[in-house]
């Protein structure tokens, strides 16, 4: 299954505002895109409480996976919003 | 996890933070009720309210299941004097960008405390039951209750 190993660039971690943009943008990724924590638990990503309960920190790793047809390209967009520093206001 | 020091949800909730009979005009209006009793705990300077307003006005901080986590910006930190937690229960609904939100669970942390934090909200929302409990919830024991630490859950 594809997948990209991604360092999260946001200075607060995957919180309320990283992880809300994070999940709505796999919620329209076309398929399903799961993410894993650096303690291995998955959840699937366009939720974002599942997001939030992994309690992602700056500067942990995670991995993103996706199966499908699309999926190389949601884990390329995907993975670059994680590389970003979602929070500057 | 990032913060195994975390501590528990309910130990940063004041009974007199859980108010389960309230009711706002719109979203505006509860997230300053929400501000207002963190700010009776002691927990921030009234600027953290501000601070609450300017984020939901960035991005809403709608959760799902019928709860929203109204928290401050990044600037707004330095306006919080110890993490703490208010928990708002609206029975009539307030209409929160197109979803409808009966529970409001203010959030008031320094640091990167809010991640340990949000990460124990969402795993006790992500039970159906917990959280349509939450939503129904009439009594500050039956919120401490639900938010308790999950002894399934530590690692």
Redo the contacts between chains.
Sequence with gaps: MPERTVTVASSVGLHARPASLFSQAAAKAGVPVTLTNAAGKSVNAASILGVLSLGIGHGEEVVLKAEGSDAETALDSLAELLATDLDKD | ???DTAPALTALIAEKSIRLTETATDKFDAIRQVGAALLEAGAIDASYIDAMI??EN????Y???GVS?P?G???GKESVKNDALAVLRFPDGIDWDGNEVFVCVGIAARG?G???L??Q???V??DPAKAEALRAATTSAEVYELLKPDPEQE?
């Design positions: 996890m990032s913060d300017t984020r960035t991005v809403s901080t959760v799902g299941e986590i928290h910006t990044l600037a990167n809010h991640i340990a949000l990460s909200l969402a795993t929302l992500m690692e």
